[in-house]
C-alpha cells in the first residue's frame, strides 16, 4: 500500500513538472514572438476578439471591461463582444 501511495506521489510530481516545463516553453515563444515584430518595426497588432481580425492598435476601437483592454475592429465589434460576455 505504501508503495502505491509513493508511486502516486512521484506521477504527481512528474505531471506537475511536464505541465511548467509547457507553460514556460510557451512563455519563450510569446516572447520571441514580440520581440520579432518589434524588431521588424512593424506596428503592434491586436486581435479582435469577436470576429478575429487583427488591426493596428492604433486603429482598434480601444474598450476597457472588467479592468482589462479589449481592442476591436470596430464599435459593432465591441458591443457585441460586451452582449455576449453578459449572457
Ligand atoms: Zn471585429
Request: aromatic share 18%; charged share 25%.
Amino acid at each position: 500500500m505504501l508503495i502505491r501511495l509513493f508511486v502516486f506521489i512521484i506521477l504527481f510530481y512528474l505531471l506537475y513538472k511536464i505541465i511548467n516545463v509547457f507553460k514556460q516553453s510557451r512563455f519563450i515563444k510569446n516572447e520571441n514572438y514580440q520581440f520579432k515584430s518589434s524588431s521588424i518595426g512593424a506596428e503592434d497588432l491586436v486581435k479582435d476578439p469577436v470576429c478575429n481580425k487583427y488591426i493596428p492598435r492604433s486603429q482598434a476601437y480601444k474598450r476597457e471591461i472588467l479592468g482589462k483592454d479589449y481592442y476591436f475592429c470596430s464599435k459593432q465589434c465591441s458591443d457585441r463582444f460586451i452582449l455576449e460576455k453578459n449572457n
